[in-house]
């Protein structure tokens, strides 16, 4: 196994890492700031991946067009979705909010059949994303490159967000103690919608680039990486932003390397995932980067 | 300023208000006394929004507010310093200062900042720790500190006292006597009934959720009832 073999691995675990760090987001804000985990998450992304195919092929609209009207709509379907199925229980045992967004993930899944058919569609790549470039005896597609990048800037926007804005602040405030944000005269529904938004637009980008990267999309394909980004967000410690990134990286690269090192392995690889949100159960429920289970008083 | 008639606050089926009416001057300190589970935080609750009450009518500046979204009571002028402190743990001093000027936009933000740190240099030495660091003391500090950035007219306090050493309880009685001099009113609940019908210009007695005796903090703390049940004399 020579070194620029192992960077060609690499390359390729950074780029899917990237797209579970996305998603995983998704999960963990709206479990910061309802203690749900929003099942439905993982299928905002194929919701996306369809709004970019029909807007290009159906409406023949640009595609850069078609991926902001991608993004503002998953956006908006998943504030519909918080408004619907999730506020009308906001005092209801936890248990019944999770029923409802297991409710609204097959919802979504059948909708797609229905409305999109089951058919796999062939997904349009243009040619420049699949061209490679070669850097120092590593050649990477410009996709591998382009998913990473966008990660980057949408991780950073989204950290000034939270950490320098008077609503990331509010966010912060909010997935603490909601009576006390109420006191801060914080309007607590508009930033449980907010976060949706949030969560929402980036699984929407996620969903396009998967697209991308996998160039075939039938109305499941957001079903095992919900889940694996499900596995991300607990694996880096549920509730914490930085954690679901770190979680998405390394369940991206360790796919990755599982498959590459170990080829006979390579039909585990779905498996993965899942024996790692085991062993973290096992060994670190909190997740690596976690806070301490200290209980709402 | 504040008038609150005939106020009834059910949670599921136990009756934890049963009509209480109470009146709090402009520019006044007033006490609210009695044991655990009298119904002095619902009474407040109540009037911040957080519980919705099931009778009766909260009155705040000739406005009805007994319906009105939390939002919008904070943005009337008043606030409340939760029991418990209830700091945000995970953000900076800085920032729970900032989450308590939330609903404001004026320049005064600036000016009440500074203020907020003259009335408690402590803040001001730890702005950048996170609030969850802080020593009990210094909590409840933070938590008067950031009811105060909402600049309220009214301001509410549940147990500001509760928890602390002696030394501390006596410095927050202090910080009381000066916000109040610095024109805003106080609504206070306390358990510590001796210190705060001595700093009260009028008070309240609630018990099991009905206000069974009222007065000037002298008068209250004249009376025998009071003496016995409140301030532990024989």
Known sequence: MDLALFFQHLANGISLGSLYALIAIGYTMVYGILRLINFAHGDLLMMSAYIVFYGMLVFALPWWLSVVLAVLLTAALGMGIERAAYRPLRDSPRISVLISAIGVSFFLQNLGIVVFGGRAKAVYRPAWLAATIDIGGVSITTLALLIPGVTLILLLMLSHLVYRTKTGMAMRAVSRDYDTARLMGIDVDRIISFTFVTGSALAAVGGIMWALRYPQIHPMIGVMPGLKCFVAAVFGGIGNIPGAVLGGFLLGIGEIMLVAFIPNLAGYRDAFAFVILILTLLFRPTGLLGEKMAEKV | ?234
């Open chain 2, 1 to 234: 300023m504040l008038s609150i008639a005939d106020l009834h606050v059910h949670y599921g089926g136990i009756h934890a208000l049963k009509g209480v009416s109470l009146e709090v001057p402009a520019n006044k300190i007033i006490t609210l006394i009695g044991t655990n589970g009298a119904g002095k935080s619902t009474t407040l609750r109540a009037v911040c929004g957080l519980v919705r009450p099931s009778a009766g009518a909260i009155n705040f500046q000739g406005q009805d507010i007994t319906r009105a979204s939390t939002t919008g009571i904070v943005q009337m002028g008043i606030t409340m310093v939760p029991e418990g402190r209830r700091v945000f743990p995970d953000l900076t001093v800085l920032e729970n200062l900032y989450m308590g000027a939330h609903t404001r936009n004026d320049p005064g933000v600036k000016r009440d900042m500074d203020w907020v740190f003259s009335l408690f240099p402590r803040l001001k030495e730890r702005k950048a720790q996170l609030a969850g660091t802080l020593s009990g003391g210094e909590q409840q500090m933070l938590a008067v500190g950031r009811a105060l950035m909402a600049n309220p007219t009214l301001l509410m306090m549940d147990e500001p006292s509760l928890g602390l050493a002696p030394m501390l309880v006596q410095e927050i009685f202090n910080i009381i006597k000066q916000i109040h001099s610095e024109g805003k009113t106080v609504l206070l609940i306390e358990q510590n009934a001796r210190a705060a019908l001595q700093l009260a210009d009028y008070g309240y007695v609630l018990e099991t959720g009905r206000i069974v005796l009222s007065g000037t903090g002298k008068e209250l703390l004249a009376r025998d009832e009071v003496r016995k049940a409140y301030l532990g004399e024989e």
